[in-house]
């Protein structure tokens, strides 16, 4: 078992960036595939990024390519994403998760392990 905590969103506005963490307690964060998913309002989870268990590999949903970036700290057993250019279709709660498998998938049901997420809201 794993226990994820986000933290870091708020409120900034459209051009700003921003960086949302999730510190790991249980387990090591080295351990797993880690991943970020954002949620809208009336919509299921979707993927915006991971991080691969040895740490060298990322992948990322089109839509934040080249915007957003995710980062591994193993002394805080932390994953963060460096999210810049931000813009209003940003706006959404962001959710840490964390999976014991190698494969990144984009889909929610993949993923067992889940924080509570952070609000991410950019104001244009």
């Known amino acids: 078992q794993v226990k994820l905590v986000e933290f870091g969103g708020g409120l900034v506005q459209a051009g700003d960036s921003l960086r949302i963490s999730c510190t790991a307690s249980?387990?090591?964060?080295?351990?797993?595939?880690m991943g970020w998913f954002r949620q809208f309002p009336g919509k299921e989870r979707e993927f915006v990024a991971a991080?691969?268990?040895?740490?060298?590999?990322?992948n990322y949903a089109d839509s934040v390519k080249g915007r957003f970036t995710i980062s591994r700290d193993d002394a805080k057993n932390t994953v963060t994403l460096r999210m810049n250019s931000l813009n209003a279709e940003d706006s959404a709660v962001y959710f840490c998760?964390?999976?014991?498998?190698?494969?990144?998938?984009?889909?929610?049901?993949?993923?067992?392990?889940w924080g509570q997420g952070t609000q991410v809201t950019v104001s244009s």
């Open positions: 998760a964390a999976r014991q498998w190698v494969s990144m998938p984009n889909t929610e049901e993949q993923w067992p392990y």
């Open positions: 249980g387990r090591t964060i080295s351990e797993f595939t």
């Open positions: 991080l691969s268990w040895s740490g060298s590999i990322t």
